[in-house]
T-cell receptor, first 121, second 116 residues
Framework: GAVVSQHPSWVICKSGTSVKIECRSL??????MFWYRQFPKQSLMLMAT?????????EQGVEKDKFLINHASLTLSTLTVTSAHPEDSSFYIC?????????????????FGPGTRLTVL | AQKITQTQPGMFVQEKEAVTLDCTYD???????LFWYKQPSSGEMIFLIY??????QNATEGRYSLNFQKARKSANLVISASQLGDSAMYFC?????????????FGKGTMLLVSP
């Protein structure tokens, strides 16, 4: 199946600094990528949809000026957490729809990255 | 209203036994897809099984099967012959509409613990 990578896998930073998380599709092109946030023992919540060459679409309640998304190429989307604070500490996961060997009809499978664990001190 | 409901926060099962994880969903779309993912403590999301709304047969993937009851809007995951490595968080998710790029909505998850 298709592979999505994330970098870094974990990061610890001081309050007030900015952190950039990269999401790459390694063996396929992704015009769309999704960014999720997951707090401990909770579900994945969609933050935004990243579109190559255009502005990201943010979910209600997600501050677009705080979570900057740039989808600069067909294989790379970046999420920058600006002026991070302890409440931004979370597990951030990206995903991208792509072709798989499985037959899903109209539905592309979503391939998930391994996630990035952000801790803000 | 929640679109995906998983009513079991945690489940215990003994090794080699079968276990059913519940999932109900809510949608007015005729075309949708239901997914189950496994998330071990490492955090990665592992795809397990998919069921399309128009699929007449229940999906099966190895030890995983999906008990799809469309009229009841339920899509329960059945794991047969549980293994210790099955201990993880399990999420049910739904994609609405016909677009392959539609977003997934996840349930709150069920923590499964398999004991020896």
């Amino acid at each position: 199946g298709a592979v999505v990578s994330q970098h870094p896998s974990w990061v610890i930073c001081k309050s007030g600094t900015s952190v950039k998380i990269e999401c790459r599709s390694l063996d396929f092109q992704a015009t769309t990528m999704f960014w999720y946030r997951q707090f401990p023992k909770q579900s994945l919540m969609l933050m935004a949809t990243s579109n190559e060459g255009s502005k990201a679409t943010y979910e209600q309640g997600v501050e677009k000026d705080k979570f900057l998304i740039n989808h600069a190429s067909l294989t790379l989307s970046t999420l920058t957490v600006t002026s991070a604070h302890p409440e931004d500490s979370s597990f951030y996961i990206c995903s991208a729809p792509g072709e798989s060997g499985r037959s899903y009809g109209a539905y592309n499978e979503q391939f998930f990255g391994p996630g990035t664990r952000l801790t803000v001190l | 209203a929640q679109k995906i409901t998983q009513t079991q926060p945690g489940m215990f099962v003994q090794e080699k036994e079968a276990v059913t994880l519940d999932c109900t969903y809510d949608t007015s779309d005729q075309s949708y897809g239901l997914f189950w993912y496994k998330q071990p403590s490492s955090g990665e999301m592992i795809f397990l099984i998919y069921q399309g709304s128009y699929d007449e047969q229940n999906a099966t993937e190895g030890r995983y099967s999906l008990n799809f009851q469309k009229a009841r809007k339920s899509a329960n995951l059945v794991i047969s012959a549980s293994q210790l490595g099955d201990s993880a968080m399990y999420f049910c998710a739904m994609r609405e509409g016909t677009s392959g790029y539609s977003t997934l909505t996840f349930g709150k998850g069920t923590m499964l613990l398999v004991s020896p």
